[in-house]
């Protein structure tokens, strides 16, 4: 419930809202970038975007192109920033939802 609630409040906030379509957008991209480039299905494309820009790597894919991993590179470097300060907004907002509201 708190995260549809969250979601919502984001959508309303012009600067969430920005920094969430951001991150859409971001993330799109690179899923049909690798769906195109290294054909894999679109499952796949989307799970290696997320993996590789949260840098968690698995390891389970890897671009195998040369034009694969130079988009790796780029998307990797401007990414990385955009989502991590995603992900940051979002702990941030949970973190005063839960102070205004007594939780600890």
């Known amino acids: 419930m708190i995260f549809i609630r969250t979601l919502l409040l984001f959508l309303k906030d012009r600067e969430y809202r920005g920094l969430l379509m951001a991150s859409a ?3 799109s991209v690179g899923t049909v ?3 195109y480039v290294e054909g894999w299905n679109w499952l796949d494309s989307l799970y290696f975007s997320v993996i590789a820009l949260t840098t968690i790597g698995f390891g389970d894919f890897a671009p195998q192109t040369d034009l694969g991993k130079a988009f790796t590179i780029v998307y ?3 990414g990385v920033g955009l989502i991590l300060a995603f992900i940051n907004t979002v702990y941030l ?3 005063r939802f839960r102070s205004n509201n007594g939780d600890k």
Do not use: D
Request: charged share 0%; glycine share 0%.
């Open 25 to 27: 957008f971001i993330v």
């Open 33 to 35: 970038v690798y769906h």
């Open 76 to 78: 990797i470097i401007i």
């Open 93 to 95: 907002h949970f973190s």
